[in-house]
């Protein structure tokens, strides 16, 4: 055979620098995360956990990973406190310690890559770390992704105030005692809407009231009854959040009629320095999208949320996803019991184990329609926001877009386009063509491209789109995650290029004459030879 | 005119089929509709999918038969569509050795030949025009060029070409032809047969096997490019500035939008579809480039990265002709450069179909014939072909 040729400046003769490897890496310090961490290793596996948290205040400024709308305490820029308060909040780190797992707190996974149908020049699969100081690639064998929850945000007047919140950033900072809340209106009344109340209480807030646009409220009795004196205000939903630069000093409640429309009339006003988004509990499935596993919309598992199969192994061999990020239902917001039994079957079959666990746990008949929940809530508190409460809130609030704009398909305000719409290219037009794509939108109106990178917008965007079609959110396919699944500085993210890549660097393909002149080129020139 | 759309059961053919809504068969659609044509242009996605919404947006081509097209045109599309494409003039070429500053300088010539002028910047003119650079070998101002935003131009080719009365036709995929007497009389697609009196294939990737499937062979090669993206800075006064081994832009939001550096041969296309376009942690890689040329753009964060699948021909120049046989049939490979060109692609495809001849830029460099007699195994002696670990079980 005559040897292979290689095109030098082609990833065939690129090699990616992998600073370490492990068997496992378990990407989420929670319970399903841990267990499957604490399993593997006892397994005999190497595991490599890691966990974003403590994560830098500057980030949580910027509302990444969570929703946490400037309500952390000072607390929170005292890094080894917040390491000390997530061991004193969660034993299960020190058994992790203990079993050997190699537990990397304030690390975050910004990428998953395998090789695959287009990619074939990687040494295996590889995660990209960085831990605030570095960014590097270690190699795996399988990964757990245990990346569990955010909150579907909800773009009411005034949502962009400090003190809107989302209830899994308030749950998690009430737990670590670096929350700054004194009175709180929870929006939504789920498990997880529920939970964050609890916690809120046991951490000294006052939860002034809960806010359900549906008939009666939707989460378990058990945990309604733990909320026992928290006004429950059903067919209500909030027309915006008052204050002023400070942040949230209000909440305006509208009261909505038996069809769930907006009854006009005096809002009642509620005080309060944070209104918690507790409308839909998301599960974080970015890693898992970027990197190329298939995803199913499922209402009764909180939305979006990977394939998985029997073993919680998703579509991509040897990538697993376990706990909130496979799937929120109340039973598993309610029992860590039933995350830790799917960390373990995932290690199990990583590990090529026995299964010790007692087998899947199925999410229990949906409360509610989640598609018709969540449009209600969109319709009511952002289609429908009544003219009075403030200026039209932005949908996407890095790039400021508002609902009409996304519905109307409008280009971004900073182009000043002068012209009026020449026809109707509204998202109606787009509509003409096939199903809403929330890719397209995005591209056209900028919402969800911001430094965010959609955590806040997109379900509303999603929810927007599938009101705009008549159709149900299952309806409006996904719009697409990207690596890094978290913002990354170039400084940190730039890795040192192998000596071949190096070598035969080149902006574009490379290919003799491709960008020579016409003219220089004989017009019968014999393309044939070789480069 | 979209409600039939919604129903390509309703949909009839037209007068010209063009089978791709990218770039290259949105422009050709939007000037055959401009002309007065019936046009439909079927896509097995949504518009500018595929690489036409991939791209690095540059629009500066001086080597292309068609660049003094490109040129005339791009200052006016925003008027012509009258839709938003984001072009904003100029180039500035940043060389950070020797190397790249000889090299940089075949494009200063090539715009000189065509009466356009290049400034040779020094350290505080840089400074002062791209104030993320630092220090640098050296910079050239293309008074020529330009960039523009992918996404906005080809969605607004397709809105143009719908304000003209032009079809487009989304999720669906054409998988052969009907030819009697040497001219092809219909496309066939997943959803049934469409009569047409004059075909354009400007199927990126797939041009290849879709010329096939009418005995025609246009060699083609695909690969994936990666291209990463940050958080938007404020708007440096030129923002079309790239080098040190990089293409790209500031869009006018401010993000930094950058690629370069390998790319990746892909298995002949299986089928129709283009397979997912993972990027990979080159992402680093590139970084690494861009804070060279870019060092106050350090703490600059990615916010995406992603990769688009482009073809090359042989030579990597593109293909823009008018078949002998069938006679009626125009193909359009761009070969990897055809975002910027795109206005004016569009032009001379539009003149291939209705006059069968281009009257305003000699092709001849673009002709298929220059490829008769090519070696069957020509992307092999050139190393265009998968990397053989591509199969081996990812460990
Ligand atoms: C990362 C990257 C950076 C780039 N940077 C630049 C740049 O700065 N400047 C520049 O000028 N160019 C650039 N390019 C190249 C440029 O993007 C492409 O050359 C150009 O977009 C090609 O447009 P096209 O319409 O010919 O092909 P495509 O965009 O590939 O469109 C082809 C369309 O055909 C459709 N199709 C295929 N098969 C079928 C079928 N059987 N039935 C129906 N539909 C089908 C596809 O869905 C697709 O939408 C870059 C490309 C990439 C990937």
Sequence with gaps: ?531 | MSDDAADPADTTGASVIIVGGGATGLSAGWWLARAGVDVLVIDKGIVAWEASGRNGGGCTHAFSPLFREEQRLWPQMDELLGYPTEFSAGRIRIAMDAAQWDDAHRVVRYGERHGFQTEVLDAAQLRELVPLAGEAHGAYWHHFGGHANPHRTVQGYAWAMQDHGGRVLQHTTVHGFAVENGRVTAVETDRGRLGCDHLVLAAGPQTGKLAAALGVRVPVAAARAEMIVTEPLPLMPVGGADGNGLYGRQTLRGNLAYGGGPHEWLEECDGMGVPPRSSTPLMGNIAAHLIEMFPRARHARIIRSWAGVIENTPDGRPVIDRLPDPSNVVVATLSSIGFGLSPATGHAIQELVTDGACGFADLSTLCLSRFDGLEGDWAAQRGWQPVPTARSPAG
Excluded at chain 1, 7 to 17: E, F, G, H, V
Excluded at chain 1, 144 to 155: E, F, H, P, S, Y
Excluded at chain 1, 172 to 192: F, K, Q, T
């Design chain 1, 1 to 531: 055979m005559t040897p292979r040729v290689i095109d030098p400046r082609s990833t065939a003769n690129a090699t990616l620098t992998v600073a370490e490897r492990t068997d496992l890496l378990v990407v989420g310090a929670g319970p399903a995360g841990l267990a499957a961490a604490i399993a593997a290793a006892r397994h005999g596996m190497s595991v490599v956990l890691v966990d974003e948290n403590p994560v830098a205040p500057e980030t949580m400024g910027d509302d990444v990973p969570l929703h946490f709308g400037q309500r952390m305490s000072g607390a929170v820029r005292n890094r080894t406190a917040m390491t000390e308060a997530m061991l004193g909040a969660e034993p299960a780190l020190a058994d992790a310690m203990e079993a050997g797992v190699d537990v990397r707190l304030g690390t975050a996974a910004w990428g998953l890559y395998a090789n695959g149908p287009s990619v074939g020049w990687l040494p295996g699969k590889v995660a990209g770390l960085t831990d605030g100081e570095a960014s590097w690639m270690l190699g795996f064998k399988s990964a757990i992704v245990a990346a569990g929850r955010r909150d579907m945000g909800l773009a009411f007047p005034g949502w962009q105030l400090p003190g809107v919140m989302g209830a899994t950033a308030a749950e998690r900072l009430a737990r670590l005692g670096a929350l700054d809340v004194r009175r709180a209106v929870i929006l939504g009344s789920s498990a997880e809407a529920l939970l964050a109340a609890i916690a809120m209480r046991q951490a000294g807030v006052e939860v002034a009231a809960i806010v359900e646009q549906a008939p009666a409220p939707i989460g378990p009795a058990a945990l309604l009854d733990q909320l026992a004196g928290v006004p429950v205000l059903t067919r209500h939903v909030i027309a915006a959040a008052r204050g002023e630069a400070g942040g949230v000093t209000g909440a305006a409640l509208a009261r909505l009629d038996d069809d769930g429309r907006r009854i006009a009339g005096d809002p009642v006003t509620v005080g309060c320095d944070t209104a918690v988004l507790g409308i839909g509990a998301v599960p974080v499935i970015e890693l898992l999208d970027a990197i190329g596993c298939r995803s199913v919309f499922s209402p009764a598992r909180g939305g979006h949320v990977p394939d998985v199969d029997a073993a919680q192994m998703t579509t991509v061999p040897g990538i697993y996803a376990v706990g909130d990020c496979a799937g929120v239902w109340a039973a598993k917001s309610m029992d860590r019991a039933v995350a830790e039994a799917e960390g373990r079957r995932a290690a199990a079959h990583a590990a090529q184990a026995a299964d010790a666990s007692d087998g899947a746990h199925a999410p229990e008949e949906p409360a509610v329609d989640l598609s018709a929940y969540r449009l209600a809530w969109v319709r009511s508190a952002v289609v429908e926001a009544a003219p009075g409460f403030g200026a039209e809130a932005h949908v996407c609030q890095c790039e400021e877009v508002t609902a009409r704009e996304i519905l109307e398909v409008r280009p971004p305000r900073y182009l000043n386009w002068p012209h009026p719409l020449r026809n109707s290219t509204d998202l109606s037009a787009l509509l003409g063509q096939g199903p809403p794509n929330a890719d397209q939108v995005k591209r056209l109106t900028r919402a969800g491209m911001g430094l965010c990178q959609g955590r806040r917008c997109r379900e509303q965007v999603a929810a927007l789109l599938a009101l705009g079609a008549g159709a149900g959110l299952g309806e409006v396919p996904l719009a697409t995650f990207r690596a890094p699944v978290r913002p990354i500085p170039l400084g940190l993210a730039a890795l040192p290029e192998s000596p071949d890549m190096a070598e035969h660097w080149d902006v574009w393909f490379g290919i003799p004459g491709q960008f020579a002149g016409g003219w220089e080129l004989e017009a019968t020139q014999a393309p044939a030879a070789k480069p």
